[in-house]
């Protein structure tokens, strides 16, 4: 069984910063994708970072220069760092990881819980 678990969210004052982290655990062979989504209230779910497992990254324009996603391959982790917070990223945060069981098997994705990210004005 696999689980992807989110941590690190909470409030944070416009400006300031936090990192979020997702691992991914139980029984699996490799892991292709990772990225980050969000969700405000009433809006639809988009993409924020996304990392293959060779390193490279894509981001949306709108967190370009205030967020950076890493990867410890070792640890079957992701890591979001969050810089600079407006308002407008409050949302529920997502991990998202691409994961296959075998070598021969397709990657399925695999999503957390969800983690609140609230930013005050």
């Known amino acids: 069984q696999v689980q992807v678990v989110e941590s690190g969210g909470g409030l944070v004052q416009a400006g300031g910063s936090l990192r979020l982290s997702c691992a991914a655990s139980?029984?699996?062979?490799?892991?292709?994708?990772m990225g980050w989504y969000r969700q405000a209230p009433g809006k639809q779910r988009e993409l924020v970072a996304a990392?293959?497992?060779?390193?490279?990254?894509n981001y949306a324009d709108s967190v370009k220069g205030r967020f950076t996603i890493s990867r410890d391959n070792a640890k079957n982790t992701v890591y979001l760092q969050m810089n600079s917070l407006k308002p407008e990223d409050t949302a529920v945060y997502y991990c998202n990881a691409d994961i296959t069981s075998s070598p021969n098997s397709d990657y399925f994705d695999y999503w957390g819980q969800g983690t609140q990210v609230t930013v005050s004005s």
């Open positions: 990392i293959t497992g060779g390193g490279s990254t």
């Open positions: 139980g029984s699996f062979f490799s892991i292709n994708l």
